[in-house]
């Protein structure tokens, strides 16, 4: 269920290295390309631009939104370190899916976290609310139509946390240990085999009675690395007997590289930007360790040409701080062009996050008070 081209294309769930080959990933997972979405989808940077550029089963959710009919979005997040741009990747797509209506789902995969990486769950849980919803409410997030929860605490209503967690049990019966071997490895642990069932019913539970009362379509937005999971939930999903689903759906986006090209690192912190990061700090770690793609001199520059494919300055306009396609399409041909030297590229970087983290960070001051009240309740 992992993918491995090569050693130096390795795409799996916890290991992204090499060129990514988006194409093969795609012939080799059975997605298929997002093209022909509805003008609403055109609007999101994120679609128009192929950054979410492929999925699985997608027109389960495209038929429920133009029926005006009820579809869920689930997600979970790993509360492992700081937010940084490339988390905000997946809040801006459950931010939009929350504006067409979705019912939103976000877990915390405190269990699978303290399984696999930090076993203390109070740390687990402050970062979960100090650094992930604080700043998706920040972004834009309307919590209160919104089903936040841990893995390790999934309500208190007994009757939805007993659905929830039967749901990962039953679904035990149904796996094998070669399904399991096939996403985690050789490694394989009891407790990473509960968070994989638990994951399952992440995904599943919003179809529930005791939830969404019936099932409905969900969609489950991802990066391409998390995939094998999705397929072992969709598997378990049809052999179960005791309920009757609606295949999941899913989409799938490229990956923001890191400061220093590869993928983003939450144990480094020179590989990101995170969203609490200063002005200053954001401006330095630019100038210092952004990836460029310019040439060793400004003659052969000039002369050749930058790549805007690999230069990470770039990539982070093209994600979304620059929000104007023509103003992102002449920079890239300015860039690539050698008009545009990769300093002063950088500098148009650093005037973008500087607005944004000014204008974020007064936003965070707010929702901190937003997510007290949310949490209260």
């Given at each position: 269920m992992v993918l491995e081209m090569n050693k130096d294309f390795i795409v799996t769930p916890w290991e992204v290295k090499g060129e990514i080959d988006y194409g093969k990933l795609m012939a080799e997972f059975g997605l298929k390309p997002t093209s022909g979405l509805p003008a609403e989808f055109e609007k999101n940077a994120l679609f128009r631009r192929k950054i979410v550029f492929a999925h699985r089963d997608f027109e389960k959710i495209l038929a429920a939104h133009s029926g005006k009919k009820p579809f869920a979005m689930m997600t979970g997040l790993m509360p492992s370190g700081k937010f940084h741009f490339g988390h905000k990747l997946v809040a801006d797509q459950i931010i939009f899916y929350q504006k067409l209506g979705a019912r939103v789902y976000l877990a915390v995969a405190d269990v699978e976290a303290y399984n696999s990486r930090n076993p203390d769950l109070a740390q687990l849980r402050k970062t979960a609310v100090e650094e992930y919803l604080t700043n998706y409410a920040a972004l834009g997030l309307d919590l209160s139509k919104c089903d936040f929860y841990f893995q390790s605490n999934r309500s208190s209503d007994g009757r939805k946390a007993s659905a929830y967690y039967a749901l990962a049990a039953l679904l035990a019966r149904h796996a094998t240990f070669n399904e399991f071997r096939a996403v985690y490895g050789d490694d394989i642990t009891p407790g990473k085999m509960a968070?994989?069932?638990?994951?399952?019913?992440d995904m599943l539970h919003p179809q529930l009675q005791e939830f969404e009362g019936k099932p409905i379509p969900t969609v489950v937005p991802v990066g391409v690395d998390q995939d094998p999971h999705l397929r072992l939930a969709r598997d378990l999903s049809t052999r179960i007997k005791e309920y009757s689903f609606t295949q999941l759906s899913s989409t799938y986006h490229s990956f923001l590289p890191g400061l220093k090209g590869g993928k983003m690192s939450?144990?480094?912190e020179t590989s990101y930007i995170a969203l609490t990061d200063s002005a200053e700090e954001a401006e330095k770690k630019v100038k210092k360790y952004a990836f460029s793609g310019g040439r060793d001199t400004i003659e052969e520059h000039r002369k050749l040409g930058g790549n805007p494919g690999v230069d990470v300055s770039f990539q982070m306009l093209k994600y979304g701080l620059e929000p104007d396609d023509k103003k992102l399409q002449s920079i890239h041909?300015?860039?690539?062009?050698?008009?545009?030297?990769?300093?002063e590229l950088k500098q148009i970087l650093i005037e973008k996050i500087t607005a944004f983290l000014k204008t974020h960070h007064k936003k965070r001051e707010q929702a901190k008070k937003t997510v007290e009240k949310y949490l209260e309740n």
């Amino acid at each position: 269920m992992v993918l491995e081209m090569n050693k130096d294309f390795i795409v799996t769930p916890w290991e992204v290295k090499g060129e990514i080959d988006y194409g093969k990933l795609m012939a080799e997972f059975g997605l298929k390309p997002t093209s022909g979405l509805p003008a609403e989808f055109e609007k999101n940077a994120l679609f128009r631009r192929k950054i979410v550029f492929a999925h699985r089963d997608f027109e389960k959710i495209l038929a429920a939104h133009s029926g005006k009919k009820p579809f869920a979005m689930m997600t979970g997040l790993m509360p492992s370190g700081k937010f940084h741009f490339g988390h905000k990747l997946v809040a801006d797509q459950i931010i939009f899916y929350q504006k067409l209506g979705a019912r939103v789902y976000l877990a915390v995969a405190d269990v699978e976290a303290y399984n696999s990486r930090n076993p203390d769950l109070a740390q687990l849980r402050k970062t979960a609310v100090e650094e992930y919803l604080t700043n998706y409410a920040a972004l834009g997030l309307d919590l209160s139509k919104c089903d936040f929860y841990f893995q390790s605490n999934r309500s208190s209503d007994g009757r939805k946390a007993s659905a929830y967690y039967a749901l990962a049990a039953l679904l035990a019966r149904h796996a094998t240990f070669n399904e399991f071997r096939a996403v985690y490895g050789d490694d394989i642990t009891p407790g990473k085999m509960a968070s994989a069932l638990l994951q399952a019913s992440d995904m599943l539970h919003p179809q529930l009675q005791e939830f969404e009362g019936k099932p409905i379509p969900t969609v489950v937005p991802v990066g391409v690395d998390q995939d094998p999971h999705l397929r072992l939930a969709r598997d378990l999903s049809t052999r179960i007997k005791e309920y009757s689903f609606t295949q999941l759906s899913s989409t799938y986006h490229s990956f923001l590289p890191g400061l220093k090209g590869g993928k983003m690192s939450s144990s480094d912190e020179t590989s990101y930007i995170a969203l609490t990061d200063s002005a200053e700090e954001a401006e330095k770690k630019v100038k210092k360790y952004a990836f460029s793609g310019g040439r060793d001199t400004i003659e052969e520059h000039r002369k050749l040409g930058g790549n805007p494919g690999v230069d990470v300055s770039f990539q982070m306009l093209k994600y979304g701080l620059e929000p104007d396609d023509k103003k992102l399409q002449s920079i890239h041909d300015e860039y690539k062009s050698g008009k545009l030297l990769s300093g002063e590229l950088k500098q148009i970087l650093i005037e973008k996050i500087t607005a944004f983290l000014k204008t974020h960070h007064k936003k965070r001051e707010q929702a901190k008070k937003t997510v007290e009240k949310y949490l209260e309740n």
